[in-house]
């Protein structure tokens, strides 16, 4: 029986994230695939993918930017304005009500309530001021905090940990939109749904709930 949701942030409690890079697109005129370029040299160059370095807090968010817009200044032919970044992602963004509509009605329901995301520490107070966060979830991890991200196992077991109370994998079902990150909540005994879209989404959610 399912005792907790574990639910991600961006993409699932949050319209779309592509929405936050084709703005970025209009504004800077660098496209998703010159950015992805981009985090791929500085991967090669530094041995560690600056995205996953900026996710677990080992890189701020200046130092990420910074090292972006280096990479990206040779095939612009000058620098990209890096530091709008944040502003230009979050003004995208909206809350995906119907998903959050659903967590509240869990948590109504009694179930124990985590969100669990890969994040940006600096973005905290951005992301948090988007949804009433502490009002649907007793507990929040935050990957720029605690130094790991998905689908590293060790996050999922440090959420169940946090959520004590003898939880332990298939009890909870997660939910995230990538693909990677319901993997590994599987391998580790979670029940897990993709999100794809907010139908898909919410059948399954209730098919995995009363099953
Ligand atoms: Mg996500």
New binding site residues.
Partial sequence: MIRAVVS?????LTTP?IGSFAAFQDRTGVSGESLGRALQTIAERDGAHPLFELETGRLTEAEFLERVAAALEPELGHPPEMHRFREIYFDALDPNEPMVELMRELRDRGLRMALLTNNVREWEPLWRSMLPIDEIFELVVDSGFVGMRKPEPGIYELTLERLGDGIAAPDCLFV???EVNVEAARELGMAAVHFRDNEQAIAEIHELLSG
């Fill in positions: 991600d942030f961006g993409g699932v994230l995230d939109d990538v």
